[in-house]
């Protein structure tokens, strides 16, 4: 049965919040306080706004408002179930953290152009929370865009030779794909629909296209919203590492990427259709293109001695998982796919706080550099083994759980390869991350690059990591609510 709605503009206004904030954080370019007090101010108003929409969604109803009728049946319209509140959740919460953190990575290098930075970051999260609440294909590509835009003067924000040539990477890659493979296949949706753009939770392209032109449409969608990191759309991620940490951990975590995969989500659930994919078997295609993706990425991963490029490298893996295990076509595999985008996003930018605390406080990168770093930075090693735990998927992290429920739903399927290749990728999780550990804190005492002597980087930058580690370990034991959003959601979608 399909869920009831109510009509309500919130939607809108969690949209739109960090948007109007721009304003009062340029006006206030000179009172530094004043300035990140005014991002605080939005992102936790853009948090409550979201949160007060979780108990209505919880109760199986949708949330919607159409702002703007161009023509007939294309429309600017926002819509909230599960799938698209677990992906505001994340966003919105991270966003306030990630401002925390910004304010000790940014002030602790004193970084130049602070103010275009955190105005581009809340415009930013306005294109994310538009993606996550979209109601129709088009209203979704428009965010799509939007963020590329809003994210690429971050990426260049140090305006040196390697920044444009990362931007330059990072933008052309992006606008190539989505109007290149995106666009198309969405003016191929509207015309042969007459019209349909609006998301269905049973899909509403059944009936209008045959096999072969599923196909096509499925591969266009899949490689176009190449946010997503699949490759060989992916070289745009480890280039974009050239961005300030906090940027890096906007696209890895939170923003960029999530909304890659989110729109993959969105469009075979919403667009396709479950069981129009089943019937077709092309979830088939979909699991081996995400599987070697995983292999891959993770075998480059290990050879990468600069932390932040063996962190891209690993999220591209990681991003693969969710694609994965919503091609699965199982209640498990839906399930675990879309916590995993929860459950990622807090492990994995806690290790990219982590690196970026690592460099403000001693300018190291590589991690050869890293040796006994655990004795001088003893709080922010502890937090990073956290991170990896949660990316391994080893119990006391929350990782475990999106994990589990991957791995049940390739068993669910029969689709034994998958677990093989999900297996084998987590013990590559291992092997790039837990000798990291171990060398910071267990290195011989001629191997250490770093004297006894704890110091930490800027107090704002170790308070934030220390609570996403510390948020990884709570939905260990506490999974709510991504658990129930993502549970109902792949019920409503899947009928089975």
Request: aromatic letters at 14%.
């Amino acid at each position: 049965m399909s869920p009831t709605n109510i009509t309500s503009f919130t939607p809108v206004l969690a949209c739109i919040v960090s948007l109007l904030a721009v304003l009062p954080i340029i006006l206030l370019r000179s009172k530094p306080n004043l300035r990140e007090g005014a991002t605080f101010a939005a992102g936790i108003l853009k948090f409550g706004l979201v949160v007060s929409m979780l108990p209505t969604i919880l109760a199986g109803t949708t949330i919607s408002y159409t702002l703007w009728e161009i023509v007939p049946n294309l429309t600017i319209g926002f819509r909230v179930d599960g799938l698209g509140m677990l992906f505001a959740l994340v966003a919105s919460s991270l966003w306030i953290v990630t401002s925390l953190y910004s304010i000790g990575y940014m002030r602790g290098l004193k970084e130049h152009s602070q103010t275009r930075f955190y105005s581009f970051f809340a415009v930013s999260l306005s294109a994310t929370i538009g993606v996550a609440f979209a109601a129709n294909l088009f209203t979704l590509y428009l965010f799509y865009e939007m963020l590329s835009l809003a994210t690429y003067p971050l990426v260049t924000h140090h305006q040196d030779k390697e920044a444009r040539t990362g931007g330059r990477t990072y933008l052309t890659h992006l606008l190539t794909t989505s109007i290149g493979f995106v666009l198309p296949a969405l003016i191929f949706v509207f015309l042969k629909t007459g019209g349909s753009m609006e998301f269905a939770s049973s899909g509403f392209l059944k009936g209008y296209i045959g096999e072969t032109e599923a196909l096509v449409l499925l591969l266009l969608f899949t490689f176009g919203f190449a946010k997503s990191g699949l490759m060989p759309f992916h070289s745009w991620l480890p280039g974009a590492m050239v961005a300030p940490t906090p940027v890096s951990a906007l696209l890895h975590a939170v923003a960029v990427v999530k909304v890659g995969v989110f729109c993959i989500l969105r469009v075979y659930s919403g667009v396709f259709g479950i069981e129009f994919l089943k019937e077709l078997d092309l979830g088939t295609i979909i699991t081996w293109i995400a599987a070697c993706t995983i292999i891959v990425s993770s075998l480059i991963a290990l050879s990468q001695d600069n932390l932040k490029r063996r962190l891209a490298f690993s999220t591209i893996g990681q991003l693969s998982y969710i694609i994965l295990g919503m091609a699965l076509l199982t209640p498990m595999g839906a399930t675990g796919s879309m916590m995993h985008i929860a459950m990622h996003a807090f492990g994995k930018i806690t290790l990219f706080f982590c690196a970026g605390a690592i460099f403000e406080a001693t300018g190291k990168k590589n991690i050869s550099q890293m040796v006994g770093i655990g004795k001088r930075m003893p709080i922010t090693m502890i937090a990073f083994f956290i991170g990896s735990l949660s990316i391994v998927g080893i119990p006391l992290a929350g990782g475990f759980w999106s994990k589990f429920h991957l791995l049940y739903g390739t068993v669910q399927e029969g689709q034994y390869a998958m677990l093989a290749v999900l297996l084998t990728s987590s013990l590559l999780n291992a092997a790039y991350f837990f000798p990291i550990v171990f060398k910071a804190f267990f290195c011989k005492p001629g191997e250490s690059q770093f004297e006894d002597k704890v110091e930490e980087a800027h107090p704002a930058a170790v308070a934030a990591l220390s609570f996403t580690a510390l948020a990884t370990v709570v939905f260990f034991f506490y999974p709510e609510p991504f658990y129930s959003l993502a549970e109902a959601a792949a019920s409503q979608f899947t009928n089975f």
